[in-house]
Structures are given as C-alpha cells and as structure tokens.
C-alpha cells in the first residue's frame, strides 16, 4: 500500500511538474536561459521561404525585428533563436502545441485558426484567386466546371473552393497538394487546370518558376485574407509584447522600408521584383492597426474583379 501511495504522489508530482511547464510563457522561458523558436515556410514567397538554405522572405524579416524586442525585454542578449520549417498542415499544430513561439510566413487570421492560436497585427491583406496556363480560357471559377482545381492543403482557400463547388454544384475536381510549389507544378504539367491561393503567393510563386510567361493569375477574389504572424493563444505577457512592436513598425512606417525590400525590389533566387505596391485595403487597415480582423474572411461572391496586382499589369496578370 506504502509502494501504491509513493508511486501515486510521484505521478502527480510529475503531473504538476508538465501544468507549471505548460503554463510558462515565452519570455519567462527565455528569461530562464530558453531560446526562440521561429516557425517558417518552404515556398510562401515573398513572406517564408528558403533560399541556399537560409530562411528569408518578408515575414521572416518582421519576426527578427520582434526576437530583438524579445531579447530587450528579458534581457537576454545571448538568447538563441532557432528556425523550424512547417507546411501549411501542421503550422498551426506546431505553435499550439508549443513547439514554435511564432509562425512567420502566409497565414491567414480567422475565427476558427483562433480558436487554436492567437495572431498579431496583420502584416498583408490579400485574396484568394486563380493561377492557370497562359494558354487557359479559364477566367474565372465558373469556368472550371467539370475540371481539376488544386489548392494548398490546410489552407483556407482550398476551404473557400470547397465552400464554393458544394454550393454552387459545379461539378469541379478539386486536389490537394502538399505544398505550394507542387501545385503550381500540377498546374504546368496539366495535372490541374488551375490552383487556387492568395494571389500575391501565385505571383511570387509564377515568378520563380523556369517560364514565368507560362503562367497568369486571373479571377475575381474568393477570399478576403489579412495575414498575420501567428502566436501561442494563452501567453498574454508575449503577445502584448508582438502586438505592440507590430503597431510601433506600422506607426513609425518602419514597416513600408521591410515591405518595399521584399515587393517592390529585386528578391532571391531569381533577382526578380514583384513590383507590388502596398495596396489600398493594407494601407488603410494600418491607419488604425489593430489584431482584431472580421470574424469571417470568405467573400465567394465579391463583385471585386481585380485584385492586388504588379504596377503597370491590368486585365490577367501575364507572368
């Protein structure tokens, strides 16, 4: 009986051991001694991505900018950071189980993300649209009834395709690949007649392929997407630290010198620009910048018919 009590309070000594460790917040951990971990992409250009080994891209910037706000605040100047590369389907599982203090790349802020995880002032408002052949008709999701969609699993713009071919019975085929770069290949090859995803990842995306010119963003927007660095949901001390850092960029215009670096100059590995300005629906949200987005993103219907595209370019964006 002695034996069964000891191995009992042993249980929950360990039991409470795992709550207190559970419970500790980012920046008490990396007062201890702890590092930082940065959750990144493998394809999201210009926002996550990894160049010669190296991550890179517009959100990575912004997240080094708020690990040096860390390190101020704990004081903690040693403070190790360490990039963990995640996929669209396990990205939000890696922050919410604790094993990514932030996620920097392309995803989306909406309701039921937050649910699992909380998320920072948004750093990109795009839409989801279409990437196809130069040498498609396909203009529009209409036009892809009775054909083959392929979007990005664990994304909300597969959702949004799932949402809008359940409702609207078009009769359209849709797939899922692993990854960005694999969908586009699915749409050069002729495996899928188009891929849906934020158009400023299609541009980015189009842009680093071997023919660029093989390849158009076309459609009106599915989605309406802010983008946001995405945080552990019950650490209040260290989002309060993130969210005020973010307004402090947006505020003192910081921010436009790290978004023209990545859409607006030439970036890695092609030495191509985007030639993205920022535009009208980002620019006003930062006027008041705040981590409260609408509760829902999806816009199947928007009469919008164009969308964020490079300077110059109307109609379909040839790339």
């Known amino acids: 009986m002695k034996h069964q ?8 000594a360990l039991l409470c051991c795992a709550t207190a460790a559970s419970a500790q917040g980012v920046l008490e951990r990396i007062a201890g001694g ?10 999201s250009v210009p926002f996550s991505y990894v160049d010669g080994g ?19 605040k704990t004081g903690m100047r040693d403070m190790a950071v360490e990039f963990l590369q995640v996929t669209p389907a396990n990205r939000i599982a890696m922050v919410e189980q604790g094993k990514a203090d932030m996620e920097c790349g392309s995803t989306t802020n909406n309701a039921e993300r937050r649910e699992k995880v909380a998320f920072t002032v948004p750093h990109f408002i795009t839409g989801a649209r279409l990437l196809v052949r130069a040498s498609s ?6 036009d892809l009834a009775g054909k083959k969609l392929v979007s990005t699993k ?18 359209i085929t849709l797939l899922e690949a692993p990854d960005h770069a694999r969908a586009v290949e699915m749409v050069e090859k002729g495996e899928a007649d188009a891929f849906v995803m934020d158009d400023v990842l299609l541009y980015g995306l189009a842009a680093n392929r071997p023919d660029p ?6 459609g009106r927007f599915m989605t309406t997407e802010p983008l946001a660095i995405m945080l552990p949901k019950n650490d209040p ?7 005020e850092e973010m307004r402090r960029l947006i505020t003192s215009r910081e921010i436009y010198a790290i978004y023209d670096k990545w859409f607006a100059r030439p970036i890695p590995p092609k030495g191509m620009a985007l030639n993205l300005p920022v535009s009208y629906l980002l620019r006003d949200f930062w006027k008041y910048p705040t981590d409260q987005v609408p509760s829902k993103a999806i816009a ?6 164009h969308g964020i595209r490079p300077a110059g370019m109307t109609g379909a964006a040839n790339l």
Not at 137 to 142: A, G, L, P, S, T
Not at 154 to 171: F, V
Not at 213 to 218: D, G, I, Q, W
Not at 237 to 243: I, M, N, W
């Open 5 to 12: 009590h000891r191995n009992m309070a042993w249980g929950l």
């Open 137 to 142: 008709n396909v203009d529009r999701v209409e």
């Open 300 to 305: 199947l219907h928007n009469d919008v018919s």
């Open 154 to 171: 664990g994304t909300t713009p597969l959702k949004a395709a799932e949402q809008a071919n359940r409702e609207r019975l078009m009769g």
């Open 213 to 218: 010119k093989a390849l158009k963003v076309v």
């Open 34 to 43: 702890g590092k930082l971990v940065i959750a990144h992409r493998e394809s």
């Open 54 to 72: 190296k991550p890179m891209g517009y959100a990575v910037d912004l997240c080094l900018r708020l690990a040096e706000v860390v390190r101020k």
């Open 237 to 243: 001390g260290f989002k309060k630290l993130v969210d």
